[in-house]
């Protein structure tokens, strides 16, 4: 079965630093990959996805994440932080045909300081 | 475009009350599913539903039924509450199993 992991359930940083939010997976073959953003009272939001050819993603609201197969590793990444920016964020893992359904992590929340 | 619709927003229900989640999509989207969020928990799929008519059972279906009459309605029955059923609920919707959902804004429900 698949299986998604974010090792940091909280993470802090100043805003303008740089942001790295992990995610792992597990999964046989060749997944689909996604980071979903959820803000304070609202659903889940698509930031990006992958789904074949370049391993480096471009998003939305200047998020970018790279697949990398011999680490079953998909981080988030984002040069410079903004306040607004503070949310809870999910990677989630997909596959494409047969009866796998979408996998979740548990999210990792993102406080930004000042 | 509406995209996933859930009501109600808010709900406060009594032990072995029954009420129903209501949400709808005007995607024309096949697949559609419902999580429970609870602190330290991330998301956990109750029940999806992969077109009209055809149903199946997540990672914590008991105490919740779903039915899928039409491609854009998928609600989800509480059949007798109980406070372990408070949670914010999420309704999803996407093309397939495998391509990106789209949320709902969530139920807020608490179970006194």
Known sequence: ?114 | NAGVTQTPKFQVLKTGQSMTLQCAQDMNHEYMSWYRQDPGMGLRLIHYSVGAGITDQGEVPNGYNVSRSTTEDFPLRLLSAAPSQTSVYFCASSRDRSTEAFFGQGTRLTVV
């Open chain 1, 1 to 114: 079965a698949q299986s998604v992991t974010q090792p940091d359930i909280h993470i802090t940083v100043s805003e303008g630093a740089s942001l790295e939010l992990r995610c792992n997976y597990s999964y046989g073959a060749t997944p689909y990959l996604f980071w979903y953003v959820q803000s304070p009272g609202q659903g889940l939001q698509l930031l990006l996805k992958y789904f074949s050819g370049d391993t480096l993603v471009q998003g939305i609201k200047g998020f970018e994440a790279e697949f990398k197969r011999s680490q079953s590793s998909f981080n988030l990444r984002k040069p410079s932080v903004h306040w607004s920016d503070a949310a809870e964020y999910f990677c989630a893992v997909g596959a494409q045909g047969g009866s796998y359904i979408p996998t979740f992590g548990r999210g990792t929340s993102l406080i930004v300081h000042p």
